[in-house]
């Protein structure tokens, strides 16, 4: 028997979705139409309903997402196992040497306090070839964990573009194929623990940026806090609980929706007591995808007098990305200007002849 997950049978909940948070009002599935409620789901703390819906704020905290609640303990559980066994010796070095510089003066505010590693489920699966991924415990068989998990997690982040299509009047399976390119989209998942930090005044977990891609939903620690989101110019906490996965937009998803839904702005702090886990899994377009605003929610825009049409730029997803690792940590609205730019150096460029 391949580990703990194919004994006993995973219940199954069936998924009815839902929203609770300290910051988010509760959505009463029961009172409200399917279509309201996915609005809701995403509109992200304090709730707006906005008239007709558009500029969203796009973190969400889904529950009844129809993960077997058993699955996502074991991910749990074969993650943090991972951490103390393979990785947290690594990772106190790394804190002393950090530590000591900061506190000679240094500044270490470009380092994030993370130990992480990632795990490329699409277009190819690195999974197998993950030097210390522990498959040998017949209770602890990480890799066929990650594998079932990351194929729950891959249907989910299907389902919840189709409920953004949905939601934006855009045919089913337009965000999808948005992203597929000619290899399907990139699918990954990165496995991190925060661990306790002495000065958290001197270092974050990971510094403020906003994902560049699709998008990305993330099983966080139900114990111990750390995500904020930036919402209205102030720092609010995603707060931890249990089985729910955060929803999180990225720029890609920005730029396609034509803003009608925003990435946001996130950081995670470290904090002296606690080691955080969190489990990001990132459904991004293919390299070569072609980005650019839905024609038809473009146009819809280009009808209201305030706005000028198509604000967002046309490129390949891979181009966006060599820009955005060397731009991760700065806004992102530079980056969109800068693709436009590229776009129109593209243009301008003479037809070569010969
Ligand atoms: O760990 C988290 O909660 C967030 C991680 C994250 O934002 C990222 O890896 O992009
Ligand atoms: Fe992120």
Avoid at 38 to 64: D, S
Avoid at 182 to 209: I, M
Avoid at 333 to 344: G, I, N, V
């Amino acid at each position: 028997m391949a580990g703990g997950l194919t004994s006993p049978p995973i219940r199954r909940s069936s998924p009815r979705w839902s929203l609770e948070s300290d910051n988010v009002d509760q959505i009463d599935t029961a009172r409200r139409s399917r279509q309201m409620w996915i609005e809701a789901a995403f509109v992200g703390p304090p709730l707006r309903t906005g008239r007709g819906g558009r500029r969203r704020a796009t973190t969400a905290q889904m529950l009844n997402h129809g993960i077997a609640h058993e699955l996502m303990d074991e991910v749990e559980r074969v993650s943090k196992a991972h951490y103390a066994n393979c990785r947290e010796e690594k990772f106190k070095e790394f804190a002393r040497r950090t530590l000591e510089a900061g506190e000679k003066g240094a500044d270490v505010k470009g380092i994030d306090w993370e130990s992480t590693f990632f795990v490329r489920h699409r277009p190819v699966s690195n999974l197998a070839d993950l030097p210390d991924v522990d498959d040998h415990y017949s209770y602890c068989n990480q890799r066929q964990v990650m594998k079932q998990f990351a194929s729950e997690i891959e249907k989910l982040s299907e389902r919840v573009l189709d409920l953004l299509c949905e939601n934006l009047g855009l045919e089913k399976g337009y965000l999808k194929k948005a992203f597929a390119g000619s290899n399907g989209p990139t699918f990954g998942t990165k496995v991190s623990s925060y661990p306790p930090c002495p000065r958290p005044d001197l270092v974050d977990g990971l510094r403020a940026h906003t994902d560049a891609g699709g998008i990305i939903l993330l099983f966080q620690d139900d114990q111990v806090s750390g995500l904020q989101l930036l919402k209205d110019g102030e720092w609010v906490d995603v707060p931890p609980m249990r089985h729910a996965i955060v929803a999180n937009i990225g720029d890609q998803l920005e730029v396609i929706t034509n803003g009608r839904y925003k990435s946001v702005m996130h950081r995670v702090l470290t904090r002296p007591d606690g080691n955080r886990m969190s489990i990001a899994s990132f459904y991004n377009p293919g390299a070569d995808a072609v980005i650019f605003p839905a024609p038809a929610l473009a146009a819809a825009e280009a009808e209201r007098a305030d706005a000028a049409a198509a604000a967002y730029p046309r490129f390949v997803f891979e181009d966006y990305m060599n820009l955005y690792v060397r731009h991760k940590f700065e806004a992102k609205e530079p980056r969109f200007e800068a693709m436009k730019s590229a776009a129109e150096v593209v243009h301008a460029a003479p037809i070569a002849t010969a």
